[in-house]
């Protein structure tokens, strides 16, 4: 059970371990000051979310495992977050439009979370919500003015909207850790979130005067650590210091 517990773990804190990377290479290259600071603080969360999953994660492996070796010494195939997090920072429309995805998701998850049995899966769930509330306003927020602003905006976030949309159904497919967890009574059935999920989306979505894309067919993997081709390059950077300086500490 301990494995499968762990392996839980990464499924979530992964997640916000890479979008955080992701969000740090924006600092300095935001719309506006206000919106530049914005950002690296709402990366600055989801790191300091990260290392609360790891610490925990560190003490359950035991022996010399610290939240650093957790978090920079595994490899691709062990990083378990999904697919969307790790796309890049094509402009400031896929920036907010991922951004935007992933916080309905992941509102929704940590207020089920925070009902855990795991005491300590609880308690962060119940830290963490208070950023997630307002990480999810600001990129609502974003999105409404962005679809709802000029043509070129609309048509933009539009454009991040359509290309993204393929990785949001991987947000609710269950691993076998997944599954063991939600049948302890320690993970979230992610399954009962989806169609929440789809509405709050599509409600702002029309309040944006965006459209709703119509596709069919998703993609996933990365919840195997079948990753895209822009995680190795995440990694090169995230892992370069720690690889290169062993013993460092975060």
Known sequence: ??????????????????????????????????????????????????????????????????????????????????????????????????????????????????????????????????????????SSDWIRRLGDGTEESHNRIQTSINDLWIFTDELFHQTDADSVMVSQGIGVDTTLLKINFYKKVSKILEESTLQIPAIEYFQKGGKQGIHSEHMGFILTELQYMQRTYPNMNW
């Open 1 to 138: 059970m301990k494995d499968n517990l762990i392996q839980y773990i990464f499924g979530i804190a992964d997640n916000s371990l890479i979008l955080g990377q992701r969000l740090g290479e924006l600092c300095g290259h935001g719309p506006s000051i206000e919106t530049d600071i914005a950002l690296t603080n709402i990366s600055l969360d989801l790191l300091g979310q990260t290392r609360s999953y790891y610490q925990y994660i560190a003490k359950l492996q035991g022996g010399d495992a610290n939240e650093d070796t957790v978090a920079f010494l595994r490899l691709e195939r062990e990083y378990k977050n999904v697919l969307l997090v790790e796309q890049p920072n094509t402009d400031f429309g896929y920036s907010i439009a991922r951004q935007f995805l992933f916080d309905v998701f992941h509102l929704a998850l940590l207020e089920e979370l925070q009902n855990s049995k795991d005491e300590m899966l609880a308690a962060i769930a119940k830290k963490s919500i208070k950023e997630v509330l307002y990480h999810t306003r600001f």
